[in-house]
């Protein structure tokens, strides 16, 4: 979703058919899935390489992952899960209680959709997806998806760059994610019209958010005002000068 020689954070804390209806009453609260990886240097942030050393993009992941994770997790409104794309011990006792899950797919619209039908099929009546790439995700945005969900099977919420930093469903269908092409321009209009071509109506919440994922990023999140503390502290000590 760090070779830094100093304890961070993290290490200071220890078919065409439509996919089934759950069969248990639907008793739980919505489920948030929190999609990351183990921030291993030279695998995540790779676009910040420009700016930052691998070692200090991991970490900077690490980070957003470990501020998202204690926002959603105290929210109790929301069954919160961490979903990393390899089993990796300081997320697992991030988590806690059986709260790590293994992205499972072949490519992101697999895993997004495997998850999806999981916490679906699990009895949650609504499942939301967000990306460790926006730590300053506005809650007004989240309001929205899960409002959006009450009237309609699938919402988007858009990012600043063309794709979109949450999806949230109430029901999935094969074919969801057929032929996007991520990290571009068009990807959320292009998912738009692969959810609509399954039969399910998508809706797209007002409000924009923004994923870290450039140089040019670094500088729009330094000035971001739900900026967390952890993250404006980082970004002072390893942000290139201009963030």
Known sequence: MGGLGRATALERLAGPAETAMPTMP???????ALFAKAPHPGRV??????????????????????ELWRRFAADRRLDTFLYCDVQWPPFERLAGDGRLRIQRGSDLGARMLNCLREL?????????IVGSDAPTLPGSQLEEALAALDQCPVVLGPSIDGGFTLIGATRTRPGMFAGVRWSRDDTRQVCEKAIAGTGLAVRVTPTLAFDVDTPSDLVRLATD??????????LRRFAPDGS
């Open 26 to 32: 639907q008793t739980r609260r919505p489920a948030l």
């Open 45 to 66: 942030k790779t676009r910040l390489g420009s700016a930052l050393t691998l070692e200090v993009a991991a970490d900077f992941h690490k980070l957003c992952t470990v």
């Open 120 to 128: 679906l099929d699990e009895g949650h009546p609504k499942t939301l």
């Open 225 to 234: 005002p739900a900026l967390p503390a952890s993250l404006g502290d980082w």
